[in-house]
Structures are given as structure tokens and as C-alpha cells.
């Protein structure tokens, strides 16, 4: 069979929704693009944890402390799947580690920001996972088999976080004066961020053709944008939050609502690693693995002690039949 | 004998919370996303035993005569509330008592370090609580009695966690060897504590509703023995033992436990979270 003649079958089985599998012929730019975007999510879930594990000691009720430590546990289960797909095309858990490591591989600029205040966990929750699940429902569908599956038991799970998120602003909303002003001033700072995590606009997103072209990506950064925006402003309204941006205004003729100038350079800042937190999330990350070295070498010098002895003794065994 | 009953199960709630408060700090900072994740699984069951076990001792405590009630606890903010003729709820116990006021025992607040003394204090814990809360499956007291039935699944597996960990680690390189034996060592004087009755639970003894840690005390030694001959380490040497915790004497390190745990509590009073 020829390369032309994959590249159909490729094609074609894109085109009729037939999912990819890891054993099937794909085109090596869908296979990095494809390790690029999952490695990325599942470092996102990981480094994820660390912004909200900040307040797993800190939390105000044991109930709460109980859900926080229950999500931020369910963001490493997330990133075990994501691991676990990007495998499946051709890349060890450890070399993404290293490209995490050594900023070649990113992760979720939304994370560089601090936790200053409990309400930080629930504008994260409702915001940063309500923008999350915008993005990621329509993964549940991308073409990529392991993906979608994948995706499939992270979207659950996010719904519940993002709930839990709303439930703690709205509890804070509807509370005394200080829980009011501690609501309003985590959506004032975690909004910007939220909207920029849906990437910079079509004109300007380098992946998103080729992604939509793959259906790896459904729908482009904009319009995920903007119905984020129409779902969240109403929500905010519900429960006597302000939106922190003037030029917010609904619009009759499209149907959804006008918003004010994204700073892109900001965005861009960020990303390139000048968040406020992008040095102490990095280091944090690799301490962790750094310190974990002589436990992770322990495991796999026991495991390979076991091995011989089973050997060894079934060796001894059949040395006894015989 | 209800402020006794009261004190037993407060020292059992503060065990569970104060070790999961340790275990927790681990999330997100683990030597591999599994454990991560594991460690963080068994950080919850302490929390989860904690709020039935507080549950229960606000039950208790509300349930005291007015005068016994406003005398049991030191801390302002509680004496406020009591005086106040307020009822007490399972948050009210965590974040609104004082540290001579919290009865567990010494060894579950010593900090996590590293991984083999986060695991030795674990190892050890477990091993305690498996076969006490074997025993208090038949406690006169029925609330007791059901919560050790609840949780005796979960400590199973803690156990055999922690245990596992011990014997990887001893049986692994020779540097995991070391550290292991040296956090067993290091740990240790806080073990007898764990099977040293408090006067509380003296006094309760006739009701039949504490364990007997004579019973415990040559069970979790045989175990402790076991694993650490299976991991190829050797069981420290015997040493003075600390103890203090169960009665309101603690380490150091409580204060500054409590300081994270309650500050919410502390700084923005009488809320809802």
C-alpha cells in the first residue's frame, strides 16, 4: 500500500467520524499536534493542583476542606488518563515530565496566577473549570480515540468542580460584607484570565485550522469565547457579582453579548513565562520530582528484586518436578 | 462520664484529622502522580473519620449539663459561644479549640520531611489503628462500635499501603534503606504513646467502651516486627518514650498545624463557608 493511499484512508475515516486508534496509519503532524495538545492538558491538570492544593490546610469548613482535597485529587486522576493517552502515541510519561520540565512543553497559562484568598477556590472552580469544560466537551468527540475516551471521564468529573466552585461564590455572595468583597475581588482578578485561557483570537491561533481540518478541535477560540462570556456574565448576575469590565453589554442583533479589549500582551507575558507565578510553579513541580527520585528508584530496584525471586523460585520448582 | 466519652472521642477525631492534615499537605507534591493521588485518597478517609468523630462529640457535648458545658474547653472563642447558650457543631471543634485542648497523640503531627518518615509515621499509625479499631468494633458504645465498623475498610487498606511502602523501601537501593531505617529509628519515641491510656480512658474502662490497649499493645508489635523483618530493617532500639498529646501536651508542631487549619475560622468568625 502506498503513502497516498493511508493518507485517504486517513481522510476519510476523519470525515465519516471514525475514530483513530493507536494502531491505525495517521500523518506525523496529527501525531505531534496530538501529543502537543494532550501532554499539554495533562500538564495543566498537574501544575493545576498546586494553585488550589495551596488552601487544601487552609480550608474554612471541614466539609469544604473535604471537597477541595477530593477535586484537587480528581486533577491528578485527569492527568493519570491524559498521561496514559498521549502514551499511546509513542511518548513516555518521563520524556513529557522532562519537556515540562525544561519549558518545552506548556501548560495552562491560568495556573500562573496566585490563590490569595478562599475565594480563589471558587473562582477557579467556576470560572477556570467552567472555561475548561467549554474547551473540553467537545474533546469528548475529537477524532482521536484514546483522546475522546479519555475526555469523556474528565468532563464528568469537571461538572461537579465547576458546581462546587459556583456553590462556594454563591454561599461567599450571600454572605456577610467581607465574603462579599472576598467574592468580588476573585472575580475581578481571575476574570481576564478565565477568558484568555480559550487561546489568543482565530486570527491569531496558529493550530486551529489544521485542528479544525483534523477535528481534533470542533469549534474555533472565539466562539468557545464568547459563549463562555453569555453563559457566565448571566450566572454572575444571579448571584450579585459585577463582571469587572465596562464595555460588557448585550447585543440584540447578534445574541450575545459585546465585551470590552482582551490585553493580549498580558496573554503573551505569560505565556512566555512571565506570569506572577510561572518560576514558583515550575520550581514547585520540579522539586517534587526531584525529591521523588531516590523513592521512584527504590520502587523500581524492589520491583526488579521481586521479579528474580519469582524467577528464582519457579526456576527452583521445575528444577524440583524435573 | 460523658465529658470522659467526650474526651475519648475527641482524642480519636483529632488523630484522624490532624494525621490527614499532614497526609494532605503531600498533594500535588508527591514522588509519583500514583502516590500522589494515593496518599491524597487516604488523606480523605482521615477527614471523613474526623467529621463522624466530631459529629459525634458535639452530639456529646451538647448533650453535657449547662455548667459542665462551659467548662470543658479554654478557648475564648468557644467559652463565647457556649456562654452564649449556642449548640457546637463539627467545625466548631476543629477550628475553634486551642492546642492544649487537642488530645491526639504526638506522633501524627511530626512533620511529613520526606517520604520515609512521612511513611514511618503512617506505617506506624495504621498498624495501631487497624487493631484498634478491630477491638472498637465491639465497643457498649454504639456510635463508637458503627464508626469502627465504617472505617476498618479503609484502614485495612492504609495498612497494607503503608506497609508495602516500608518493605519497597527497606527491600529497594541502599540509600532507601537507610532513610527508612533512619525515619523507623527517628520515629519511634513516639510509638508508646499509642498504646498508653489516658486517664480518661481509665476512668471510662468499666463501661466497656474503650478499647483495651492491652490488647492492642502485643498485636501492633508482632506487626510492626513482621514488616520491618520482611523489609530487611531492624526494629529500633527500645528508648524513653515521649508522650502528652492525649492529655492537651504537645509537640511544637500542633501550634503551627492549628495556625493554617483554623485561620479562616479565626480571622473571619461566625460565617458560613
Known sequence: MTEPSLQQQFDEKVASEIAIEPRDWMPDDYRKTLIRQISQHAHSEIVGMLPEGNWITRAPSLRRKAVLLAKVQDEGGHGLYLYSAAETLGISRDEMIEQLHSGKAKYSSIFNYPTLTWADMGAIGWLVDGAAIMNQVPLCRTSYGPYARAMVRVCKEESFHQRQGFEIMMTLANGTAVQKKMAQDALNRWWWPSIMMFGPPDADSPHTQQSMEWRIKRFTNDELRQKFIDVTVEQARLIGLTVPDPDLKWNEATGHYDYGKIDWEEFWNVVKGNGPCNKQRLETRKKAWENGAWVREAASAYAGKRRQRQQEKNAAAEAAAA | ?273
Not at chain 2, 480518661?200 to 474502662?205: A, G, P, S, W
Open chain 2, 1 to 273: 462520664m460523658n465529658q470522659q466519652l467526650l474526651f475519648y472521642t475527641l482524642q480519636l477525631a483529632d488523630n484522624a484529622l490532624i494525621n490527614g492534615h499532614r497526609l494532605s499537605e503531600w498533594c500535588g507534591h508527591g514522588p509519583v502522580l500514583e502516590q500522589d493521588i494515593a496518599i491524597s485518597n487516604i488523606a480523605l478517609d482521615h477527614l471523613g473519620r474526623a467529621r463522624s468523630l466530631y459529629q459525634y462529640a458535639a452530639e456529646l457535648f451538647n448533650a453535657l449539663p449547662p455548667e459542665e458545658r462551659s467548662t470543658v474547653f479554654n478557648s475564648p472563642a468557644l467559652q463565647e459561644k457556649v456562654q452564649m447558650g449556642a449548640l457546637l457543631d463539627e467545625d466548631d471543634l476543629a477550628y475553634l479549640r486551642d492546642g492544649w485542648d487537642f488530645r491526639n497523640v504526638l506522633l501524627v503531627e511530626q512533620p511529613n520531611e520526606d517520604w520515609a518518615f512521612t511513611i514511618a509515621r503512617s506505617f506506624y499509625f495504621d498498624v495501631h489503628n487497624f487493631y484498634f479499631f478491630e477491638a472498637l468494633k465491639s465497643s457498649t458504645d454504639k456510635m463508637l462500635a458503627s464508626i469502627a465498623e465504617k472505617s476498618l475498610k479503609e484502614i485495612a487498606y492504609h495498612l497494607r499501603w503503608s506497609s508495602e511502602w516500608v518493605i519497597r523501601l527497606g527491600d529497594g537501593t541502599d540509600e532507601s534503606h537507610q532513610r527508612m531505617q533512619n525515619a523507623l529509628n527517628e520515629r519511634w519515641m513516639f510509638t508508646g504513646e499509642l498504646n498508653t491510656p489516658a486517664t480518661f480512658e481509665l476512668n471510662l474502662q468499666e463501661t466497656g467502651a474503650p478499647v483495651d490497649l492491652g490488647i492492642v499493645a502485643p498485636r501492633w508489635m508482632q506487626k510492626v516486627t513482621e514488616v520491618i523483618t520482611e523489609a530487611t530493617l531492624k526494629l529500633p532500639a527500645s528508648t524513653w518514650m515521649q508522650q502528652g498529646g492525649k492529655n492537651g501536651v504537645h509537640s511544637e508542631h500542633l501550634g503551627y498545624v492549628l495556625a493554617e487549619l483554623q485561620f479562616m475560622q479565626r480571622a473571619y468568625p461566625d460565617m458560613e463557608w
